[in-house]
């Protein structure tokens, strides 16, 4: 049966997505041959898509589950925009995705799912896969996937719906052997993971072979595409969501500073991941705390954090609000706190599955008076580590409130992330304050160089005072309403704020210092913006990027380093609000380019911005 | 080991000027805190005073303890947050009606049933005092207040039943003027493991005055008001000549006089139901009750969450850092 015919082509990289029903096993499918891939050595971003409804009927378009994985042998700045291939294992799945596949694509269909009952669910009223508008446009192959695994388990006693479990394996195995991967990892997995239900296990491996075999016999496959490994900087990997490095990297700054972790939440799509992740590290010493409602959980961090520990709080937009009176108090009595925001489409409820990043203004201006806190944006999954690690740092040493902001499309994507080396991680000295000192304690006496108070907390014998909300009387802490002293403290704050800056390393650009066109971003469009410029500047044009992590203070030397570049392009996923930010303390020549759809860029759209900017 | 000065009132006491209007309820308490605290034998720096907002509320000013005045309603929160990171501590919370009932009262329901080890004094003045004298919570129907020229209509929420249905541990009444009974009530409080609640009636001489005075002055205490205390009948009265029995599911009041006095009940503290028929008397058909009117035994939340931590350590071994970072499927890059 062996196809004699099958060619090799290599590619640079490839964009696929599975696209299925809730129930199909989509996300599985898409991790496992992410993880093959990674282990092949590519480079990859991914990006689930999950379904808006939790239990959506079964074969409607609100119950698709799409999981898209791009990899390669260059760098890979986001999951993709077009698609190469895409699995469409029922017609809902079809129609929900078949938008994004690119002319020629191939488009693989799992035809005994394109019932009549199942086309009416996704109000199809003809089955697409035998009209010319389909066949014509894509490399279409219709496969029997769901008779195919049947067959490749007959030798196997289970109900037909355990064996339908496994078709999900079956077109896995497919898509393996079309992209020259083997199949060792998810064989293995599988073997772990079913361990204590042996039929099962030895089912979802026949599937996985049957896939494989069938592929290789089948005419329709005739081409291997090869994608071969990347060159990555040497060291361990895992693969890593933007949600559970960040949770790593809170826990590791809890560990580095010696001050215990306490994470309090209030469920919330899309930072629920969070909470779940960090809730499993008990044994680290680390709480977690699913609090009453987010006001609750914003107020228990900041009490973790007079208490001596690491207070964080993390939610989505409508819960950041919530918290925003807190956020306040923690700034006033000058503790550390982190407050993450994984933002969502809004306002309101808005589209809480999809991504979007206009909590900015939120974050910087959304309490009452003037009341500036550090905020920090994460870039990508591989960044969040590192980042929430700082945050954290700076909430610790700089007795401040943090804003982290992280966003849907980081939180849920993944990609490979090099694990640091324990000793590389900076080190994190809070500065407590001393209870022998021969002078009266004085709660608001003041650090000369980041202008922090000390860390005084409860049980330490002779500092015993009272913090509140209250305007405070500068050193002492009393209750002041005198109205220098509140001039003061109010310039005080902000300068203990803009001082975070001081501790900034140099803001690097990628590309020349100099030239016709910055491109600036913030936060979770940096894959886009950093791939569109690479490609500007391959095709030769003067661009380059810079990516913004500190988003409050801005760093100390960004208006040299925009100054450099006649035109300023900031492309967001909201209405405008870093250019607001930026022409307000600027005088730039700035372009935004902005997209609200609840979808992240397409490296394509940015770089027709480029274009449309310089010849 | 901490040498065992003996502490006084005194210590207790900040230098901050107390700013309560005179002759507010809110002194008394704070001088029987104050002149309470030394008997528990504990330092000073382990006594952590955390309140809401309202008039109330600023007492943390005023205890030389440590002290944190944070944002209304959300005192129970925040305590919930301290106590997470050291079980160790003695919290006081204090709130005022509005602060632990209205903004707060979320936060008020969960930190008792979860049972958050720590003692909550609530101010009860049945009014708003700090915003100059709104109807609160706690105000009778009908109350003429600033906000309601025409009367309240709504239907107070009385504390120690709500306590009573948010599964609280520890219910307790006192009042301002009764430094004894106070005194007292705290003792227990601050003996009981979990959230003790305490319910303090005080007057707002400003703004409601003479809220609790038909049943609160001295001259009217013993008739008006129940003193119950566990294994006790529950009798009152001037001559204490009365008891409180039942007649079908309801509460009645006997002479303990007329051969009924075997009729009365005697009152257990660790029964929900007696403290729920207690909780049903409304004054002036029925004295008022004060005293510790439930308690129960109850694991604490915070205790809770530190034995799961340290078990988690116990079976998982002490988490390494290096462990964590290189957890999951990993590969190697060479
Ligand atoms: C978010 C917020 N809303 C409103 C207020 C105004 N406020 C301060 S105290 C208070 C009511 C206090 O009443 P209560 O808790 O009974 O305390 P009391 O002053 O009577 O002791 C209100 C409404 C506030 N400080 N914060
Ligand atoms: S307004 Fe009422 S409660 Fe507030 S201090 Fe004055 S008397 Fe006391
Ligand atoms: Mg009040």
Not at chain 1, 175 to 182: D, K, L, P, S, V
Not at chain 1, 198 to 215: D, H, Q, S, T, V
Not at chain 1, 492 to 508: C, D, F, G, I, S
Not at chain 1, 567 to 574: A, F, R, S, Y
Request: net charge negative; charged share 20%.
């Amino acid at each position: 049966m062996e196809n004699t015919q099958t060619e090799r082509k290599e590619l640079v990289s490839a964009a696929i997505r599975f696209a299925g029903d809730s129930g199909d096993g989509m996300q599985v499918t898409g991790a496992r041959f992410t993880h093959e891939s990674a282990r092949l050595g590519n480079d990859l971003a991914t990006r689930p898509d999950f379904p808006a409804e939790i239990r959506a009927p079964a074969g409607t378009i609100g119950g698709v589950s799409a999981f898209q994985i791009h990899f390669g042998s260059t760098e890979v700045f986001t999951a993709g925009d077009d698609l190469d291939a895409l699995i469409a294992m029922n017609p809902a799945a079809l129609k929900a995705n078949v938008k994004d596949l690119k002319q020629n694509g191939i488009l693989i269909c799992n035809t005994d799912s394109f019932t009549e009952k199942n086309l009416i669910k996704a109000h199809l009223e003809e089955n697409p896969l035998d009209q010319d508008a389909i066949s014509t446009k894509y490399n279409l192959i219709s496969v029997p996937i769901t008779t195919l695994t049947h067959e490749a388990l007959s030798e196997l006693e289970l109900p037909k719906s355990a064996i339908e479990r496994c078709k999900n394996f079956f077109a896995l195995g497919i898509i393996c052997w079309m992209y020259g991967r083997g199949v060792k990892e998810t064989s293995e997995w599988v073997e772990r993971k079913f361990k204590s239900k042996p039929e099962i296990a030895k089912a979802n491996k026949l599937a996985l072979e049957g896939g494989m075999a069938f592929a290789e016999a089948s005419e329709a496959f005739s081409t291997v595409f090869e994608v071969p490994k990347a060159k990555l900087a040497q060291g361990t990997y895992k693969n890593i969501t933007g949600n559970q490095g960040l949770a790593h990297g809170l826990i590791a700054a809890s560990v580095k500073a010696g001050v215990p972790l306490v994470y309090a939440g209030y469920p919330i799509t899309p930072a629920s991941d969070i909470l779940h992740e960090i809730s499993r590290y008990k044994n680290f010493g680390v709480t977690t705390f699913q609090a009453e409602d987010e006001i609750a959980a914003c107020c228990a961090a900041i009490g973790a954090s007079y208490a001596g520990g690491l207070g964080v709080t993390g939610s989505s937009g409508p819960g950041i609000l919530l918290k925003q009176e807190a956020l306040a108090l923690a700034a006033v009595v000058e503790l550390p706190l982190v407050v993450v925001n994984v933002q969502r489409a809004g306002p309101s409820t808005g589209m809480p599955t999809k991504t979007e990043q206009a909590d900015l203004l939120q974050s910087l201006y959304g309490r009452n008076s003037d009341c500036p806190v550090v905020v920090l944006a994460i870039a990508s999954p591989d960044d969040s580590f590192d980042t929430s690690y700082l945050a954290a740092k700076i909430a610790l040493e700089h007795m401040v409130p943090v804003i982290l902001l992280s966003d849907g499309y980081v939180g849920n994507g993944s990609q490979p992330w090099l694990i640091p080396d324990e000793s590389s991680l900076s080190e994190i000295s809070p500065k407590f304050a001393q209870t022998d000192s021969a002078e009266a304690f004085q709660p608001y006496q003041r650090d000369e160089e980041t202008l922090a108070r000390a860390w005084s907390i409860p049980g330490m014998k002779g500092l015993e005072h009272r913090v509140g909300g209250l305007e405070k009387q500068d050193i002492t802490g009393n209750i002041s309403y005198d109205p220098d002293n509140h001039q003061r403290m109010t310039y005080l704050r902000a300068e203990k704020v803009k001082r975070v800056a001081n501790t900034y390393p140099k803001t690097e650009v990628s590309g020349a210092d100099s030239g016709e066109l910055l491109v600036v971003s913030w936060g979770g469009t940096h894959g886009a913006v950093a791939g569109a410029v690479a490609e500007e500047q391959k095709a030769g044009r003067s661009v380059s990027h810079l990516h913004l992590r500190y988003i409050n203070p801005l760093p100390n030397d960004l208006e040299q380093v925009l100054s450099r570049f006649k035109k300023i392009l900031v492309p967001e996923l909201n209405s405008g609000q870093l250019s607001l930010i930026l022409n307000a303390h600027f005088d730039l020549n700035l372009t935004a380019y902005n997209k609200v759809q609840g979808q992240p860029f397409k490296i394509s759209e940015i770089q027709q911005q480029i274009q449309n900017l310089i010849r | 080991m901490s040498e065992l000065v003996k502490l006084t009132k005194k210590d207790f006491e900040s230098d901050q000027e107390v700013r309560w209007c005179p002759g507010c309820g809110d002194y008394s308490i704070l001088a029987t805190v104050q002149r309470f605290l030394p008997s528990l034998d504990i330092p000073k720096e382990n006594h952590v005073v955390i309140s809401g907002i309202g008039c109330s509320s600023r007492f943390p000013y005023y205890m030389n303890t440590y002290g944190f005045h944070t944002i209304h309603g959300r005192a129970p929160a925040l305590a919930t947050g301290v106590k997470l990171v050291n079980p160790d501590l003695h919290v006081w919370l204090i709130t005022g009606d509005g602060d632990a009932l209205s903004i707060g009262g979320n936060h008020f329901i969960h930190l008792l049933r979860r049972n958050v080890d720590l003692t909550v004094l609530l101010f009860n003045n049945r009014i708003y005092g700090l915003t100059k004298g709104q109807y609160s919570p706690t105000s009778e129907v009908g109350k003429k207040t600033k906000s309601t020229p025409y009367g309240s209509v709504d239907e107070p929420v009385d504390p120690v039943s709500l306590a009573l249905g948010a599964k609280a541990t520890f219910i307790a009444r006192a009042s301002a003027v009764d430094a004894k009974g106070l005194t007292a009530v705290l003792e227990q409080a601050a003996a009981h493991k979990g959230t003790s609640f305490v319910e303090i009636f005080q007057n707002c001489n400003v703004f409601n005055d003479g809220a609790f005075k038909d049943f609160d002055e001295r001259a009217v205490r013993n008739e008006r008001q129940l003193h119950v205390e566990h294994g006790k009948p529950l009798i009152f009265g001037a001559e204490l000549d009365k008891g409180i029995a039942l007649d079908g599911f309801n509460p009645k009041i006997v002479s303990t006089k007329n051969g009924s006095a075997d009729q009365i009940l005697t009152y257990d503290k660790n029964s929900k139901i007696l403290a729920q028929i207690l909780a049903s008397l409304s004054f002036p058909e029925f004295p008022v009750p004060m005293g510790v009117l439930y308690q129960e035994e109850r694991s604490a939340y915070d205790t809770a969450v530190t034995e799961q931590v340290a078990q988690a350590k116990q079976r998982q071994g002490e988490g390494k850092l290096s462990d964590l970072l290189n957890s999951g499927d990993t590969w190697t890059v060479n």
